[in-house]
């Protein structure tokens, strides 16, 4: 099924894939993208993303909060994986399993690209970095074009209690009572970087892309013990 789902990525990417500038207006297939992005890389001085995360100060006096362990990846752009996280994104709302499901969905198609680049021989252009105590990520080498840059950060958690009749509980004693969640803020923003410049991102907690939660754990309903054997009859 993996090899399946990434063959159909690719004939997608094939369509929607946009080139880095200095390449064609459009590019054949995701492997024509990928070689276009090195050919750049190894025929251009790269550029720099530095990308700075932070809480907005609540007083007028106060300074902005530096945002420390937010995940940063760059990746090639493409139309297709925009447009499959803004799916993900339009059907948040829809139930409460889209959006406890949300992020998972986001990782699955965030490593599927990422899984399609490598197999397309870009493993190099799948780039990471985490900000430090300073609320700051650098990522250098970046070769010039177009990218797409995907940020997220755990943190916060809320709990949601579900009440069961003593019925059901006789019956499903192994059905979560009560489920807890990270809440996860993700950033995304689309850049070009140019040969031998430095693009600037800031990802405040005023300019995320989407807030959505997973579940870190259940609370099962504990087992009724046993009931006692009967024992031997008492003579009468």
Request: charged share 25%; proline share 8%; no cysteine.
């Amino acid at each position: 099924m993996l090899r399946t789902r990434i063959g159909l990525i690719a004939l997608v990417l094939a369509a929607l894939l946009l080139s880095p500038g200095p390449g064609p207006a459009t590019e054949a297939d995701l492997k024509g993208l990928v070689e276009a992005y090195l050919k750049t890389g190894a025929e251009q001085a790269p550029g720099v993303v530095a990308a700075r995360a932070y809480l907005e100060p609540t007083r007028p006096t106060a300074v902005a909060a530096p945002q420390q362990d937010v995940s940063v990846v760059l990746v090639p752009y493409s139309a297709a994986f925009e447009a499959e996280l803004n799916t993900i994104k339009a059907g948040l709302r829809d139930s409460l399993d889209g959006y406890t499901r949300a992020v998972a969905r986001i990782e699955a198609a965030r490593v599927d690209y990422e899984r399609a680049l490598l197999a397309a021989g870009g493993g190099a252009l799948v780039l990471r970095a985490t900000t430090d105590a300073q609320g700051e990520a650098r990522v250098g080498d970046v070769p010039a074009g177009e990218w797409l840059i995907l940020a997220w950060r755990e943190g916060g958690h809320m709990a949601k209690r579900y009440k069961m009749r003593e019925k059901d509980a006789k019956l499903y004693p192994d059905v979560p009572s009560q489920v807890t969640y990270s809440i996860v803020t993700y950033w995304r923003v689309r850049v070009a970087v140019r040969p031998a410049e430095t693009v600037e991102i800031a990802m405040s907690d005023r300019n995320g892309w989407m807030t959505a939660a997973r579940q870190e754990a259940g609370t099962p309903v504990p087992r009724r013990p046993p009931a006692p054997a009967a024992g031997p009859e008492k003579g009468r």
